[in-house]
Every structure is written in C-alpha cells, then in structure tokens.
C-alpha cells in the first residue's frame, strides 16, 4: 500500500508567476483535499475533489484552483502567487465511505519572493 | 473567527510522565474529531480520533477524551517517551457537510529525557 507522496518538495517561485503542485492519493482513496499551513498556524482548507469534481471549498479566492484525475491523483495550481502564498501545501487522501482519518503528505514548501 | 483553538502553544513534559494537550471548539455541529502529530518537515500524521457519540477512546498509550457540553476534547500520552516530541494538532469536522478538517494552530509538546 502506497502512502500520499507530493511533488515537489521544494519550490521557489517570484510574485506574479504561476505554480502547479501535484499529489498521488493513497491507494484505495477517491477524495483528495489540499491544505495551506503558513508558518506557526494549522493546516486551513483549500479546497477537496471527489471523483474528479469540486466537492467543497474554503476561504480561498478563484486563483487558487485543482484537478482530480481518474486514478484519484490530483493538481493544485495558483495563478498570480501573492507573497502570502508562501507556505507548505499539504495534500491528504481519504475515502467517501462514512468518515475515514485523512492520510497526508509531506507537503510542497512554496517560498514566494 | 477560530472554530477549533489549542491555547497552549507549547508544553513541556518529563519522560514517563503524563502528557494532557487540551482543544476547544465552538460549532456544535462537528461531530468527529481527530489528533494528528507533526514532525518538522513532514506531514501530519494520525493518531487517534473519537465520534461525538463516545466520550473515550483510547490506542496504547494514548486516550482522547471529549466533552461535549463543554465542547473540549484532551489527548492523554502516558506514559510520555522523548519520540513522542512533536506539534500536536487537534481537527474537527462536521461529516454531514463536506467533511473538511478544521485545525488548531497546534501544541509543540518536548518530553525531556
């Protein structure tokens, strides 16, 4: 059984440009969900996808998008990075049958200068 | 507005004591909630979790009780081992709606030796 790997690990990117950030889910897990933890604060929700669909959002505006694919990996991507997007990006797979604890990754540290 | 809040930032412990880390949540819909520990420069890791219809559950050496009257749930370490040094986040979700983790900004426990 594969854990939730995210690439990459490290990633320097200038204000302005565009970044995608990519996620293997665990297997057996249809629904992945991305998560921001800036430095000193918990993972706050970004968005999840189930089945290949938006299946809910938190408090982040449009520029910040996703993609699930069929084999359940998915894509986060954020146009326009603002220096407030540095951060660790965590992914985490789960299923949909009744509640299951989320399995995360290691996270993508995106430093924005 | 913070839903889940952990009010101690840090928490330090001898080795063979016990450990108590203590969470407290607002929205009286969230009816699971889970720990997770966090390495530096990895992702979080499930621990335990409990159902809002139990009060207890417990996993070895760890015991998540919650009261819902008081809307406060603690984690239980005992006995504290020097591994078991790490940022603790406390996570709650309403599985009705989308089934997001809503996170604490985490306690960093250090058990000393």
């Known amino acids: 059984e594969t854990g939730v790997t995210q690439s990459p690990t490290h990633l320097i990117k200038t204000r302005g440009q565009q970044v995608t950030l990519r996620c293997s889910s665990q297997?057996?897990?249809?629904?992945v969900s991305w998560y921001q933890q800036a430095l000193g604060q918990g993972p706050q929700f970004i968005f999840q996808y189930y089945r290949e669909e938006e299946n809910g959002r938190g408090n982040f505006p449009p520029r910040f998008s996703g993609l699930q694919f069929p084999n359940y990996s998915s894509e986060l991507n954020v146009n326009a990075l603002e220096l407030d997007d540095s951060a660790l990006y965590l992914c985490?797979?789960?299923?949909?049958?009744?509640?299951?604890?989320?399995?995360f990754g290691q996270g993508t540290r995106l430093t924005v200068v | 507005d913070q839903q889940v809040k952990q009010n101690s930032p840090s928490l330090s412990v001898q080795e063979g004591r016990i450990s108590i880390l203590n969470c407290d949540y607002t929205?009286?819909?969230?009816?699971?909630f889970l720990w997770y520990k966090k390495y530096p420069a990895e992702g979080p890791t499930f621990l335990i979790s409990?159902?809002?219809?139990?009060d207890k559950n417990e996993d070895g050496r760890f015991t998540v009780f919650l009261n819902k009257s008081a809307k406060h749930l603690s984690l239980h370490i005992v006995p504290s081992q020097p591994g078991d040094s790490a940022v603790y986040f406390c996570?709650?979700?309403?599985?009705?709606?989308?089934?997001?983790?809503?996170f604490g900004k985490g306690t960093k426990l250090s058990v000393k030796p």
């Open positions: 985490a797979s789960s299923t949909r049958t009744g509640f299951t604890e989320a399995f």
């Open positions: 297997s057996g897990h249809n629904t």
């Open positions: 409990i159902s809002s219809i139990k």
């Open positions: 996570a709650a979700s309403d599985r009705g709606s989308q089934g997001n983790l809503i």
């Open positions: 929205n009286s819909m969230f009816d699971y």
